[in-house]
């Protein structure tokens, strides 16, 4: 991935904005920055105890902190808008036996998600197939989505590192703002030119909230949970390890859900020096009623070197 593309959406102008739109009252003004700013855009989902979305709090109820210090937000949002998202489905020899549940779990992913997403699947087992049509990157129609899922035949070995490469770089060419991906696989590799240490990297420096789903034969020796509750952690989404198939198909419309009703939170981080380095993120809710609620936002990303930055370029989104 090009240095020049900068996480989690940083460095947008504002100069052509200002010169292009007719003046508008200050509450309606879209968030606009300098050419020398970033900016931090981040997606969470806030859940309660039960595992319910909440979806009706306000920008005063967030706090965001960066390497321990309280950052002031300048860019909320709560709108179901379309996502570019990418459904990464493992077709290796060891998902067989799995592979009906998953294709029918999918689809309910897909009918439980914005008819606007623009969607493409990956199918994975020696190597990494784009599911859809060389000359379509991305649909929106259920029976072209319905096709691409059946085009994985299991059989073979797991190039899941190669996957992951593939899906988040095809990520980028998506138009909608918000990006993700739904993995589903049992987290090992053994077939891969890539290495995981690459993969976390593409990890932190996109915008992608990435979910998990890992499903495992007792006999499985190659079968990584680890890597899969890394991937959404560092992300900001979830990893799922149901107990049987049977719960596959209602987790898939949980993440659908949860993609659904996430809030955008945004903030300029104060640099230190022109280097580049790694910077943790903690995001909290107050609640007036002081209910317990749980945070799902990405970890880290890795802010770039500040002349990596191109003026006048609204990147990495």
Request: aromatic residues 6%.
């Amino acid at each position: 991935m090009l240095r020049d593309i900068l996480i989690l959406g940083l460095a947008v102008t504002a100069q052509a904005l200002l010169t292009q739109a007719p003046p508008v009252p200050p509450s309606e003004r879209p968030f606009q920055l300098s050419t020398t700013a970033e900016l931090v855009l981040l997606d969470v989902s806030v859940e309660t105890a039960e595992g319910e979305h909440v979806w009706n709090l306000k920008k005063e109820d967030f706090k965001v902190y960066e390497d321990g210090k309280l950052q002031h937000i300048t860019h909320f949002a709560s709108d179901d808008v379309p996502v570019t998202v990418g459904l990464v489905i493992d077709t290796s020899g060891s998902m067989r036996p799995k592979y009906d549940h998953m294709v029918t779990a999918a689809m309910a992913f897909i009918k439980a998600s914005n008819r606007a997403d623009e969607v493409f699947v990956v199918n994975f087992g020696d190597g990494v197939t784009h599911g859809l049509p060389d000359n379509l990157p991305f649909s929106s129609d259920l029976a072209q989505l319905r096709a691409a899922l059946a085009t994985g035949r299991p059989a073979g070995r797991t190039a899941l590192h190669d996957a992951m490469v593939y899906s988040l770089t095809h990520l980028q060419k998506g138009k909608c703002e918000r990006k993700a991906l739904m993995l589903v696989s049992d987290g090992g590799d053994n077939s891969s030119t890539h290495l995981e240490a690459e993969v976390m990297r593409m990890v932190r420096e996109s915008r992608a909230t990435i979910y998990t789903i890992g499903l495992f034969d007792a006999e499985d020796h190659d079968r990584n949970p680890g890597l899969l509750r890394r991937l959404a952690q560092m992300s900001g989404g979830e990893a799922f390890l149901p107990e049987s198939l049977e719960q596959v198909g209602n987790i898939c419309q949980q993440i659908a859900s949860d993609i659904r009703t996430r809030y955008t939170i945004g903030y300029v981080p104060v640099r230190s020096g022109e280097q580049g380095a790694s910077r943790k993120i903690r995001v909290t809710v107050a609640t007036p009623g002081g209910k317990k609620l749980a945070v799902h936002t990405r970890t880290s990303y890795d802010l770039p070197p500040s002349h990596a930055l191109q003026p006048s370029r609204k990147t990495g989104v």
